[in-house]
């Protein structure tokens, strides 16, 4: 069982940047793969970016690409999202989440979610 609860999230204008955190629980943080994925008012849940248990990999959806970074550190249990050029269409509640055996951009592959982070940017 992981427990997952993200921080970081805020209202920021178009241009700036937000670390999103997220910190989890367990001894063994390392072998899961964490993803991020995001929900904007009225749309599906979509991927973000994602990294191996072991940080060697990562990969992004094409509208974060070159502007956000996923990062992690195994010995403090914790995942982030460093988010520059924030643009009005990144608004939306940011999750991580945690996939026990596949590194993966579908929603379906995560078994671990937490509570959610709003971002907001404004234009």
């Known amino acids: 069982q992981v427990q997952l609860v993200e921080s970081g999230g805020g209202l920021v204008q178009a241009g700036d940047s937000l670390r999103l955190s997220c910190a989890a629980s367990?001894?063994?943080?390392?072998?899961?793969?964490m993803g991020w994925f995001r929900q904007a008012p009225g749309k599906e849940r979509e991927f973000v970016a994602a990294?191996?248990?072991?940080?060697?990999?990562?990969t992004y959806a094409d509208s974060v690409k070159d502007r956000f970074t996923i990062s992690r550190d195994n010995a403090k249990n914790t995942v982030y999202l460093q988010m520059n050029s924030l643009k009005p269409e990144d608004t939306a509640v940011y999750y991580c989440?945690?996939?026990?055996?596949?590194?993966?951009?579908?929603?379906?592959?995560?078994?671990?979610w937490g509570q959610g982070t709003q971002v907001t940017v404004s234009s």
């Open positions: 989440a945690a996939a026990s055996f596949r590194y993966s951009t579908i929603i379906g592959d995560y078994d671990y």
């Open positions: 990294i191996r248990g072991s940080g060697s990999s990562t």
């Open positions: 367990g001894r063994t943080f390392s072998s899961y793969a």
